[in-house]
């Protein structure tokens, strides 16, 4: 039934620990118990574009900010079903895997990683994601 919050209706989550998103989303959207993660770049809570910083500052901000949102949500990485990395060089893959690796602990969720060129803002990574309550 349309309009039915018993059945899950969409709730936007948006934590005190992110900046305020720059366009018209939410952080993440908690739906039918699952927790869909918004594409995440270096940009720190106060609101500050890491953008000279190293690729491995950059990444350490991103997987930070996808677990603000998680945490907000009601959930935590080691809920995460499904994560996509979006990488402006490929080169930077091994990088982000071994932080990624620690970040993620025991988890293995479904990951894809996806070589874009350059990002906004001229960011290095993004990180989306989905996991379950």
């Known amino acids: 039934m349309a309009g039915d919050t018993?059945?899950?209706?969409?709730r936007a989550v948006s934590p005190d620990?992110?900046?305020?998103?720059?366009?018209?989303?939410?952080?993440?959207?908690v739906a039918n118990?699952?927790?869909?993660?918004?594409?995440?770049?270096?940009?720190?809570?106060?609101?500050?574009?890491?953008?000279?910083?190293?690729?491995?500052?950059q990444t350490?901000?991103?997987?930070?900010?996808v677990r603000h949102a998680l945490v907000a949500?009601?959930?935590?990485?080691?809920?995460l079903v499904q994560v996509r990395v979006y990488l402006?060089?490929?080169a930077n893959w091994p990088s982000f895997n071994g932080i990624y690796a620690a970040w993620a602990g025991?988890?293995?969720p479904a990951r894809a990683i996806v070589?874009?060129?350059?990002?906004?803002?001229?960011f290095k990574v993004e990180v989306e994601a989905v996991a379950v309550l």
């Open 106 to 108: 025991d988890a293995r």
């Open 17 to 29: 620990t992110l900046a305020t998103p720059g366009g018209h989303y939410s952080h993440a959207v």
């Open 115 to 122: 070589p874009t060129g350059p990002l906004h803002f001229g």
């Open 73 to 79: 949500a009601g959930s935590d990485v080691d809920r």
């Open 33 to 57: 118990g699952f927790v869909y993660v918004s594409g995440q770049l270096p940009i720190t809570h106060e609101g500050a574009k890491m953008i000279d910083a190293t690729f491995e500052q």
């Open 60 to 65: 350490e901000q991103v997987l930070a900010n």
């Open 88 to 90: 402006d060089d490929i």
């Open 6 to 10: 018993t059945q899950g209706a969409p």
